[in-house]
């Protein structure tokens, strides 16, 4: 369907029309994975032509990108709260709710997006869905009672995977584990996010909804186009 390398592109062209709406002073949380990075690459540039702003990262990975930009840095001291958070995404559905967290860092992500008085997503085409539920749902568990927590996921209709990396658990940037579940097309997407973190056990999962107030695609002929 897609090209491995128009999808490259496609990440390019949504991640670098993200950056347009940085604008100088601004507190921006910066998102992380494959998309966002265009985005990141783009500020970088931006701030060594200029561009002043203070950027919050959502992961170590992003936090060393950053870094190596040039792009200046606060913690949470700092500051009272963001602008703007750019971040990309592994589902975008019709109503703009999301599935995230297939890097991993949908905790630091969701605290970010929540914080922040406008929440841009990147997405390329591959990403766009009717209904949610495809991609399977990271849920973050701390280790404590995981197998207990696996057990209520169940009970709730998932199929959880413990994510693995190289045979071990892949652990988080927070030291957690993340579950990825399977719920099948999920019909009631605030529902299941808020029964989830009902679980004792759960730190968070990667349903993302009504927190998105752009989603930054790209339409059939492969124009960028803004919804929301
Ligand atoms: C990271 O945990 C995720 O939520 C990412 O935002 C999501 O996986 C999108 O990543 P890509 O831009 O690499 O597809």
């Known amino acids: 369907l897609f090209g491995v390398r128009d999808l490259v592109n496609e990440k390019q062209m949504v991640g670098e029309k993200a950056a347009e709406f940085v604008k100088d002073g601004m507190i921006v949380g910066l998102g992380t994975g494959s998309t966002v990075f265009y985005t990141i690459q783009k500020l970088g540039q931006l701030v060594n032509e200029g561009l002043s702003i203070k950027a919050v990262p959502t992961s170590i990975q992003t936090e060393r990108l950053a870094r190596e930009l040039g792009i200046t840095l606060v913690d949470f001291t700092e500051i009272e709260g963001f602008d703007l958070a750019i971040d990309g995404a592994d589902e975008v559905d019709e109503n703009l709710n999301l599935i995230k967290g297939g890097g991993g860092a949908l905790l630091r992500e969701k605290i970010i997006a929540y914080a922040a008085k406008e929440f841009i997503v990147i997405a390329d085409s591959s990403k766009l869905v009717k209904s949610l539920g495809t991609f399977p749902l990271p849920v973050e568990v701390v280790p404590f009672g ?69 989603v930054i695609t790209l339409d059939k002929q492969g124009k960028v186009v803004i919804r929301g």
Do not use: Q, W
């Not at 709730?156 to 940037?173: E, M, N």
């Not at 730190?203 to 998105?212: H, I, Q, R, S």
């Open 146 to 214: 995981m197998e207990l927590t696996e057990r209520h996921l169940k009970e709730l209709g998932g199929v959880p995977r413990l994510r693995t990396i190289d045979g071990a658990p892949f652990k988080t940037d927070n030291g957690n584990f993340i579950f990825d579940c399977d719920f099948g097309f999920i019909e009631n997407a605030g529902e299941l996010e808020k029964a989830i973190n009902m679980i004792p056990g759960v730190v968070e999962n990667g349903l993302f909804v009504g927190m998105a107030d752009k």
